[in-house]
Nanobody
Framework: QVQLVESGGGLVQAGGSLRLSCAASGIIRRANIMGWYRQAPGKQRAFVAY???????NYAGSVKGRFTISTDNAKNTVYLQMNSLKPEDTAVYYC??????????WGQGTQVTVSS
C-alpha cells in the first residue's frame, strides 16, 4: 500500500524559509506526477506546485518565484523549498502522488505557520 509521509513543517517568521519533504513508500515505480496542495483555515484546499516524472514543473501564481519543487528519485521523495515566506502562506501542506490508472495518494499533511 502506498504511503506518503510529509515532514519539515513548523513555525517561521515572515521572510524565512522552510523545506518540506514527502517520502513515498510501498511502491517501486516513479509517480507520473508528485506535488503539493495547501489548505488554510476556513478555505478550500488549493494547488501549490507539481513536478512530472519528466521534470516539468508548474506553480501557483502566488508562490511562483518563491517556492521550488524538486524530487530525489532514488529516495522516492519530493521536496518543496519555500523561501520569502509570508503570513498568507500559513496552511496545512499536503503532498500527493499520481501513478496513473486512478492511483492517486495523499499524505497526512504538515502544518506551516508564518508569523508576521
Amino acid at each position: 500500500q502506498v504511503q506518503l509521509v510529509e515532514s519539515g513543517g513548523g513555525l517561521v517568521q515572515a521572510g524565512g524559509s522552510l523545506r518540506l519533504s514527502c517520502a513515498a513508500s510501498g511502491i517501486i515505480r516513479r509517480a507520473n506526477i508528485m506535488g503539493w496542495y495547501r489548505q488554510a483555515p476556513g478555505k478550500q484546499r488549493a494547488f501549490v506546485a507539481y513536478i512530472t516524472s519528466g521534470g516539468n514543473t508548474n506553480y501557483a501564481g502566488s508562490v511562483k518565484g518563491r517556492f521550488t519543487i524538486s524530487t530525489d528519485n532514488a529516495k522516492n521523495t519530493v521536496y518543496l523549498q519555500m523561501n520569502s515566506l509570508k503570513p498568507e502562506d500559513t496552511a496545512v501542506y499536503y503532498c500527493y502522488a499520481n501513478y496513473g490508472l486512478g492511483s492517486e495518494h495523499w499524505g497526512q499533511g504538515t502544518q506551516v505557520t508564518v508569523s508576521s
